[in-house]
């Protein structure tokens, strides 16, 4: 158990419509980080919050956002869905930043089914 | 813009034969390398890191990984490994300071055959 808490496990939800995902990192740390898996994409960075502040964005698309709450909990909206959106979504957390040499811890992820 | 390369995507090895995954990066600054394995149904977990010092890292469950940086490599080893270590391995790579973010390899499958 890495201490990161995802919800929920399983999404399966239709093309068009909105979700949102929810990560809650483990005690202490301040970063906050998500991913997408998928067979054809593999992992992808989406994006990086560092104590409630964007710190990185990768290749995270324009209906997708972000935000970290002041208790540091994060949530990822997925809006306008399409089937390509299908993949597993992984929250991870570290004390500080990958580029400062910290170690992420990841969630169990969340399955997105789009139908 | 940084890349990490994990030539082979998947890697079969027969139980207690050594392996070795590959994992090769392009960077002309310094760099923090890791090491996450994926088991089945589960997410990442760190394995190993190198962040300075000793060239020779050593893991969990047995593994190591050398940091050779005129090669740009990070190869994982295990001398002698086993059916639990069958899993999705990843090499991640990210710049000495700044707000660079992490960039993972595209994974390597270890299936290890009894």
């Known amino acids: ?115 | 813009a940084q890349s990490v390369t994990q030539l082979d995507s998947q890697v079969p090895v027969f139980e207690e034969a050594p392996v070795e995954l590959r994992c090769n990066y392009s960077s002309s600054v310094s760099v923090y390398l890791f090491w996450y394995v994926q088991y089945p149904n589960q997410g990442l977990q760190l394995l190993l890191k190198y962040l300075s010092g000793s060239t020779l890292v050593k893991g969990i469950n047995g593994f190591e990984a050398e940091f050779n940086k005129s090669q740009t490599s990070f190869h994982l080893r295990k001398p002698s490994v086993h059916i639990s270590d069958t899993a999705e391995y990843f090499c991640a790579v990210t710049y000495l300071g700044g707000y660079q973010k992490v960039t993972f390899g595209t994974g390597t499958k270890l299936q290890v055959i009894p």
Do not use: M
């Open chain 1, 1 to 115: 158990d890495s201490g990161v808490t995802q919800t929920p496990k399983h999404l399966i939800t239709a093309t068009g419509q909105r979700v949102t995902l929810r990560c809650s990192p483990r005690s202490g740390d301040l970063s906050v980080y998500w991913y997408q898996q998928s067979l054809d994409q593999g992992l992808q960075f989406l994006i990086q919050y560092y104590n409630g502040e964007e710190r990185a964005k990768g290749n995270i698309l324009e209906r997708f956002s972000a935000q970290q709450f002041p208790d540091l909990h994060s949530e990822l909206n997925l809006s306008s869905l399409e089937l390509g959106d299908s993949a597993l979504y992984f929250c991870a957390s570290s004390v500080g930043g990958s580029s400062e040499g910290y170690e992420q811890y990841f969630g169990p992820g969340t399955r997105l089914t789009v139908t």
